[in-house]
């Protein structure tokens, strides 16, 4: 699986199954992705990253990798964990993933409604 940032500039292959396909609903993805950020994660060491990544620590929990170009968010990782993720969106072509839940729904935006059966988190 390849994928890229909207301008090019970030390439990156995930080299092992992802796990965890999901949908964030909490404020700051909204803000980062306009909408919502839908992800799948792997362990840290299965994604081949290539290009200028700008890692943003908004919280104490983890950071963000975003394309300091075009300003596509790419990438999530816990500073805890070994696992990161990575935009189902930013992936060139099929993913052949489903979404698993949703995620943060305690904080979703109040002008769209979760209508598809998937389990939700608060």
Request: overall charge negative.
């Amino acid at each position: 699986m390849q994928g890229s940032c909207a301008c090019g500039a970030i390439t990156f292959a995930v080299n092992d199954v992802p796990l965890g396909a999901s949908c964030c609903h909490c404020s700051q993805c909204r803000k980062m992705s306009g909408h919502v950020w839908s992800s799948a994660y792997v362990q840290a060491s299965a994604l081949a990253i290539a290009g200028p990544v700008k890692w943003v620590a908004l919280t104490e929990v983890a950071h963000r990798g975003i394309c300091p170009d075009c300003g596509a968010f790419l990438f999530w990782k816990a500073h805890e964990e070994d696992t990161m993720s990575f935009a189902l969106g930013a992936i060139d072509g099929p993913t052949g993933l489903a979404l698993e839940k949703h995620i943060f729904t305690a904080t979703k935006g109040d002008y769209y409604t979760l209508c598809d059966g998937l389990p939700q988190k608060d």
